[in-house]
T-cell receptor, first 115, second 114 residues
Framework: GAGVSQSPSNKVTEKGKDVELRCDPI?????LYWYRQSLGQGLEFLIY????????KSGLPSDRFSAERTGGSVSTLTIQRTQQEDSAVYLC?????????????FGQGTRLTVV | AQSVTQLGSHVSVSEGALVLLRCNYS??????LFWYVQYPNQGLQLLLK??????LVKGINGFEAEFKKSETSFHLTKPSAHMRDAAEYFC????????????FGQGTRLTINP
């Protein structure tokens, strides 16, 4: 596609439920990032995928968070047993580190509200 | 390993005044450097980037940044602020070589006073 697409754009869930957030990166981009942005806060790095390398999971806040990237393209971020502190905007970005446009292109984010 | 420090989480300037947002980086290898802007309720978009060509980089909306290796800085400036410049600004670094992740600063919220 023309840009990074995230779905859903908004998600309201009850505490304790599991949620899945989806990211479709720009075609051909080998790198994919997930970030979290809480209200009025900066970007919190969650996880980084690059090609076939093992993902950098160093930013995942707890074992309730996991992410996968299938076929080097679409990625899903899963949050199990959601808590109220998980409420935030989850941003996905992709880039082509070996190409001319090394910057990350961001999606519009998924706003998650845990009630 | 790379890191980025943005000095000042909030900056407030008057309309028409100079905008200066500070970014210092740490990198063991030559870096790529970026500034992103996030307008209210929107995603992040690239403002400008340094990729080892000219040290003075011009971006969109009249912004520019200068790479100073000796100071490990990449400060963002604009000569005359507009109300529409009110946004959150993020500085980021990644290695020049190799496919390694971007590292972002904590962001600076710019407020423009009429």
């Amino acid at each position: 596609g023309a840009g990074v697409s995230q779905s859903p754009s908004n998600k309201v869930t009850e505490k304790g439920k599991d949620v899945e957030l989806r990211c479709d990166p720009i075609s051909g981009h080998t790198a994919l990032y997930w970030y979290r942005q809480s209200l009025g806060q900066g970007l919190e790095f969650l996880i980084y995928f690059q090609g076939n390398s093992a993902p950098d999971k160093s930013g995942l806040p707890s074992d309730r968070f996991s992410a996968e990237r299938t076929g080097g393209s679409v990625s899903t971020l899963t949050i199990q047993r959601t808590q109220q502190e998980d409420s935030a905007v989850y941003l996905c970005a992709s880039s082509d580190p070996q190409g001319p446009h090394t910057e990350a292109f961001f999606g519009q984010g998924t706003r998650l509200t845990v009630v | 390993a790379q890191s980025v420090t943005q000095l000042g989480s909030h900056v407030s300037v008057s309309e028409g005044a100079l905008v200066l947002l500070r970014c210092n980086y740490s990198s063991s290898v030559p870096p790529y450097l970026f500034w992103y802007v996030q307008y209210p309720n929107q995603g992040l978009q690239l403002l400008l980037k340094y990729t080892s060509a000219a040290t003075l980089v011009k971006g969109i909306n009249g912004f520019e940044a200068e790479f100073k290796k000796s100071e490990t800085s990449f400060h963002l400036t604009k000569p005359s602020a507009h109300m529409r410049d009110a946004a959150e600004y993020f500085c980021a670094v990644s290695p020049l070589q190799g496919a390694q992740k971007l590292v972002f600063g904590q962001g600076t919220r710019l407020t423009i006073n009429p």
